[in-house]
């Protein structure tokens, strides 16, 4: 399990295990509605506590516990939702693919998880922003051109592509 | 406070990226951004992470990566049929990274896959750049210096014409190799699964000191005798011929050469991936090879190997056993 080293302070274990005991099952009930999967529903819940658990400091002052679940909740279905997209239109893409430029089965796979990695990365831009960037990292546009396709300033391309950058960068490990 | 500081070099570095990639930056402005790099270990070391990014990016050929990291765009299939259209086109653009753009960039010479260069230095030296290398030339009052970054490169010194004569050195991140009036080969191979970069030079004519960058014991190298460096140590001699390399005239000889080592030296002349199959990796191959048309030295594998050899695009190659896959014909 990944913990900090602050998780052993047994206040914060003790408010997480409070935590946990109050409201897990409500979470796994939330979490079921949405996914329409009892396994999957449980799986994320999991998930939900391991990222308390990772950033306990933000426990002593939660007055709202279900609130805060509900946020963390909220992103681990967004990036749940993310890979299933992901999944299809990468299916969708490879159909539509011409068969010359279709790459062999082993190249297939490293493409497939180096997608994963970037979609992974870029998930937090907003969806021009990404436009911008993946036109100009995968497409090797210049900025004058994707003004122009993407119907937007070469200064908001600028600006797009800085936060890219700046996004990309930081989660490069 | 620490954490503070790695979000200012990033957003530095975020910017240089965006000034870099802008599609009109010019020499200048990558000779401004490698005084950046060297401004700092930090500065360095979040350019490093910017060329990983650039790598993972170069892997995803854009006619899949696109449409796949642009579906929420309500036009996708748009962007889709634009892209089939494109087909052809796109993965060239995505092989750029394999040419190292960044380092071409702030290199002084700098050869494409495939492409051979040849540059008469100031002094009268000639140095002749093999496929995919790069080499920065730095001149001072003290010595002739030749940065290799990335390759390979056939040195012919000329005496130095300055009052007092300078030394001529090749630096490689291994060492720095000193020329004692001379012809010789310098490469450089990149670290593999289970090896370290290496340097690797071949002397043609007298004779070269090469000292490893740590610093350890210089070795004279002499004509008809080739080295491998690490950072470390200079290894033992080995006799090698003391002719001028085959592909400074555009020829791969082989002599009984493995399959597998003749493919990875094919495909340095060659854009795209070539691989191949262990189960022939070692066939042995003889021959003279014309470097200009990989496509028919491939094509040749086939006549003189129980092999097939198997394109799934120009850019896909891979030799594998006889009969692996249906012969379309």
Redesign the interface.
Known sequence: MPASSSVTSPASALAVQALYQDHHSWLVALLRRRLNCPHGAADMAQDAFVRVLVRPDALPELREPRAYLTTIARGLLHDHWRRR??E???L???A???E?????PE?TL??RQ??Q???DM?GRLA?KA??VF????????????IAAQVGIGERTV?RY??QG??L???L?E | MKRMDDATVIRQAAQWLVRLHSGQAGADDWAACARWRAAHPAHEQAWQKAERLSQRFGAVPPALGVPVLTRHIANRRAVLRMLTVLGLAAPAAWLGWRHAPWQNWTADYATATGEHREVTLADGSRLTLNTGSAVNVAWSDTERLVRLERGEVYVRTAPDTAAAPRPFVVETPQGRLRALGTRFTVRLQPAGNDAPATTQLSVLEHRVEATPRSGGTARIVKAGQAVQLTAMQVEAPQPHTADAPGWTQGVLYADAMELGDFVAELSRYRPGVIRCAPEVAGLRISGAFQLADTDYVLAMLRETLPVQVVLRTRWWVTVVPQGTVPDPG
Do not use: N
């Open positions: 997209s992901l299809q239109a990468w969708d893409t490879l539509a693919l011409p010359h430029l279709a790459p062999s190249d490293t493409i180096t997608l990695q970037l979609d870029l969806p990404r436009e993946v036109l100009s990292q995968l497409q090797g546009l210049g900025y004058a051109q600028k592509m800085a950058f700046e990309c960068l930081a490069m």
